[in-house]
Structures are given as C-alpha cells and as structure tokens.
T-cell receptor, first 113, second 116 residues
C-alpha cells in the first residue's frame, strides 16, 4: 500500500510567520490532495495537484507537487490564527481509483498571536 | 463541506449492539467511500462504492457492512460493535473515479462513535 509521511507532526508558530508542511510518498504520486481539519469538524478541501511541477495558491496558502521527489509541500505565508488546525495530505495510488486515497497522519498547526 | 451529509454526529453504543451510520450526497456523485480516523493513524478506507449496486472493501473492512441501493445513499453498518470501533467516521464522495478528471473529493462532517 502507499504510505504518506507528513512532516512535521506538529508545528507552533507565531502569527505572521511563514511555514511549510511536507508530504512525502513511498510510491509514485497520482494526484495529491490537501485538506484542513479543525477539531471536531470535517475535512475542508484546500487544493489538488495532478502534474509534476504544478503549483496552486489560494489566499495565503500555496501547494507544490514534485513528482520526481514524490513529494508535495504546503506553504502558508504570514500565518494567522485562522490557519490553525490539522493539515492532511491524501494521494491516489497508481492503478487505483481516484476515490481510494491514502492519507498522511496529519500535521497539527498552532498559531499564537 | 457541500453536499455530503452524515448522521448521527455523535453516538454511544454498548459492545455487541449494531447501528447504521447514514451518508447522503446530493451532487449525483458516482463514487462514495467511508473512512475512519484514529489518533496517530490518519484516515483509513473502510469500504467504497463506484456506483449504485457496486461496493468493495478498503483497508479495514472487518466488522462493517455497506450497501449502495441508490446513487445518493451509502450507509455504513456496524454489525456487532466493539470498543476497537470507537473512532471518527467520515463519508466522502466524488464525481467519478478517474483521477485525470480533476474532480474534488468532498467529505462529510464526521460521526463520532464511542463503543463502551
């Protein structure tokens, strides 16, 4: 099965600081999803990356996909308390259906004012 | 989380009881799935369905049953609840299963289940 390793497991930053979360796959990536989860709530879709070198941004969050390294990174610029939560990456395995995602264990982000 | 509705949100069961977690989507999505989320384990796939009448097992199917009689609904049944099934359950749906279509996978808000 495909494994996704997220790093760091937890991150505590001061408001206004930039941060990066990484997601590394043990196998070739075929579609990489980033979700955000607040405690007690569901998963909120952030971005999906499909092609090597692809980069997408939404507000202050940017995600990149490096297919050669089998890695994706999520970068938050000028973090705010509203960015706090658990960030999860999910990926589809080669030959598998898109809906069969494998997930990393998540990165817990705390942003203090 | 547009369009995927899970019920109940919270449930406490006694060991051995059975129950059904409901999941419904109103987006006419072909693909639906159930995940469980445990501390330190991430999300793991329980069962999935690629269309009405078709279901298959995921990574951790034991102790769970599913059916897909309509496109909209995908209930998850716990046959005889065990403490090991205490978890948060998420239902998800997507338009289809082809990764090249670039479709988004939507998740419900989760169902918190405790088995005592």
């Amino acid at each position: 099965s495909q494994e996704l390793e997220q790093s760091p497991q937890s991150l505590i930053v001061q408001e206004g600081k930039n941060l990066t979360i990484n997601c590394t796959s043990s196998k070739t990536l075929y579609g990489l999803y980033w979700y955000k989860q607040k405690y007690g709530e569901g998963l909120i879709f952030l971005m999906m990356l499909q092609k090597g070198g692809e980069e997408k941004s939404h507000e202050k969050i940017t995600a990149k996909l490096d297919e050669k390294k089998q890695q994706s990174s999520l970068h938050i610029t000028a973090s705010q308390p509203s960015h706090a939560g658990i960030y999860l990456c999910g990926a589809a395995a080669r030959g598998s259906t898109l809906g069969r995602l494998y997930f990393g264990r998540g990165t817990q982000l705390t942003v203090w004012p | 989380n547009a369009g995927v509705t899970q019920t109940p949100k919270f449930q406490v069961l006694k060991t051995g009881q059975s129950m059904t977690l409901q999941c419904a989507q109103d987006m006419n999505h072909e693909y639906m799935s159930w995940y469980r989320q445990d501390p330190g384990m991430g999300l793991r796939l329980i069962h999935y369905s690629v269309g009405a009448g078709i279901t298959d097992q995921g990574e951790v199917p034991n102790g769970y049953n599913v059916s897909r009689s309509t496109t909209e609904d995908f209930p998850l049944r716990l046959l005889s609840a065990a403490p090991s099934q205490t978890s948060v359950y998420f239902c998800a749906s997507s338009r289809d299963r082809d990764r090249t279509s670039g479709n988004t996978i939507y998740f419900g808000e989760g169902s918190w289940l405790t088995v005592v």
